[in-house]
């Protein structure tokens, strides 16, 4: 059964701190998704990575891919109080259908 | 384009009633998802279908529970005789084909409450 554990699960952090969300899996991954949760709210996709060694940056959030150790990392920069929200890594492998293993989600808070 | 439509946002029923929560995907995607995501938790996987085809149901619950993407129209998730343990919210996610090459795109979710 694949597993996804992402750590810390609970941050606090001051504002124009760096930090880093890991996220590792247990089996191999074709795929690899980092999504944006605020309160009551729907997921807003981040990330999407398909290869090992995927890098990719939008604003003060940047995400990798290494697939031989199984982990990802979600980096954030200078953090910012909008950044606060709950962070979810999610797996995605084909086998005879496509489906998501989400990891328990980091919740974020970024204080003034 | 106006993305994943889930209705009713909001859904409260007294246990023992039926629930049904209706998703129709982004326009183009054929595939649909549905997860559920209880307080404090992360998203579990439900059921995975395409047009009027169940292809993933290994995450349902064996009762009371069930899921359908007809030929015309959204795709219902059902609950019958609703206990207070499925109060949660649920999620309906979609994509243009297999394997999720486009991305999967959620919808805002039902939140459902058992009174």
């Known amino acids: 059964e694949l597993k996804v554990e992402q750590n810390p699960l609970f941050l606090s952090m001051q504002e124009g701190k760096n930090y880093t969300i890991y996220c590792n899996y247990s089996?191999?991954?074709?795929?690899l998704y980092w999504y944006r949760q605020d309160p009551g709210k729907s997921l807003e996709s981040l990330f999407v990575?398909?290869?090992?060694?995927a890098v990719k940056q939008e604003g003060r959030l940047m995400a990798s891919l290494d697939t031989k150790a199984r982990l990802s990392t979600l980096h954030i920069t200078a953090a910012v109080h909008d950044l606060s929200a709950t962070y979810f890594c999610?797996?995605?492998?084909?086998?005879?259908?496509?489906?998501?293993?989400f990891g328990e989600g980091t919740q974020l808070t970024v204080n003034p | 384009n106006a993305g994943v439509m889930q209705n009713p946002r909001h859904l409260v029923r007294r246990r023992g009633q039926e629930a049904r929560l209706r998703c129709s995907p982004m326009k183009g995607h054929s595939h649909v998802y549905w997860y559920r995501q209880l307080p404090e938790e992360g998203l579990k996987f439900m059921v995975y279908l395409q047009k009027e085809n169940i292809i993933d149901e290994s995450g349902m619950p064996k009762e009371r529970f069930s899921a359908e993407f007809p030929k015309e129209g959204p795709s219902i998730l059902r609950i019958q005789q609703v206990v207070r343990g499925d109060s949660a919210a649920y999620f309906c996610?979609?994509?243009?084909?297999?394997?999720?090459?486009?991305?999967?795109?959620f919808g805002s979710g039902t939140r459902l409450t058992v009174v």
């Open positions: 996610a979609s994509s243009p084909n297999t394997g999720g090459d486009g991305g999967y795109t």
């Open positions: 990575l398909l290869s090992n060694g």
């Open positions: 999610a797996v995605d492998i084909e086998t005879s259908g496509s489906r998501l293993t």
């Open positions: 089996t191999t991954s074709d795929r």
